[in-house]
Each structure stands twice: as structure tokens, then as C-alpha cells.
């Protein structure tokens, strides 16, 4: 059995919770529990392989990206990085985060090697209000050689769906040659 982690990042209100309880349960609640950090577990099987699955989903916290990261940079083999397309300000804590994730794993033990992350444009369904265009997001996924995709917790769970398994089968790849 693989033992697969996870981390989402990203400011607070992106819809980090949002996302991650519309892929573990395909439903969307509305409002999330924000005070505190929380380790979501689930099996699950992809190309006919069992996975356990950990996910960190960290507490809101001030804008500090810095002090969302250290604990699970070190700890996650992957990383869902979240910001919402209707504020700009969480799509420059996102590119904060992505700077972050390379620095810190290049100054650990886990050197340069390549930690699969996925940046998402989240709240697609506010599209009237948005306020960084698809082809923002895209262009900051093409500069960390990280996958990205534009999804709306509160009214679909196919991208989501899609994008964590992705994710997962490029940890489950890396991991074969550890
Ligand atoms: P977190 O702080 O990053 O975990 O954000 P939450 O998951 O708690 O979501 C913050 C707020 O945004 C909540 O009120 C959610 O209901 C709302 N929200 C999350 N995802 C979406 C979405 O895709 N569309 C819309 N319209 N609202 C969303
Ligand atoms: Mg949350």
C-alpha cells in the first residue's frame, strides 16, 4: 500500500477546504471549519493500485505565507496550491507559495528534486468578478513547471476530481524511485 501526502496551500478564503471536501466527499458544503489545522485520510485506488491518502489542510492564518509552509514543506510529497480568481491578492500569496515551496526544498535534504505541485484558479463560478485572467495562472504554472488548472468547488467536482488525480499519480511515480 502507498502512503501518499499531501498539502494545500494558499490564503485564507482561496477555498482550500472548499476544494479538498468537494474531492474527498463530491459535495460542497458552503463554510468550513477554519481554526484549526486538519489531516484528512482516505483509501482510494488509481490505475488498480491502493493508496493511502493524508492530506494536510492547514488553518487560516494571517497572509504569512512563510508560516503556512514550514510545517508541511517538509512533510508533503505534493503540494495543491489554491488562490481565487476574484482576488488578486490571493494569487500573489499563491506566487509567494510557489517561491517558497522551490527555496525550501532546495535548502532541505530533499534537494532539487522535483516536488509535484498543482496550482489552481479556484471560484471559476464568480468569473464576473475576476480579477486574474486563465492565462495569469497559466503562465505562473508555466514558470514553476507545475500543472494548473481553473476549478469551482462550489459547482464542480470533475476538474477537481481530475487535477488531485493527476497530482497523485505523479507523487506515485517520483515515490517508485526513492
Ligand atoms: P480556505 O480558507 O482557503 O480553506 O477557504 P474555504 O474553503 O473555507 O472557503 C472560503 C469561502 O469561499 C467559503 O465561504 C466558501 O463557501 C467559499 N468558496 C469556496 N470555494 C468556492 C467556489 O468555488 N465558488 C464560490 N462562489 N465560493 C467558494
Ligand atoms: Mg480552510
Known sequence: MNDIKLALLGSQGAGKSAVLVRFLTRR???EYASNANSLYHKRLSIDGRQLNLEVFDPCSQSSEARCILEEPVDWADGFVVVYNISDRSSFIDAKNILLQIREARMENCKGEVEVPVCLVGNKQDLCHARQVCEAEGRCLAQEHRCHFQ????????????ALFTQLIRQVMELLKYR
Open 28 to 30: 460542497f458544503i458552503g
Open 150 to 161: 481553473e476549478v469551482s468547488a462550489a459547482e464542480s467536482y470533475q476538474d477537481i476530481s
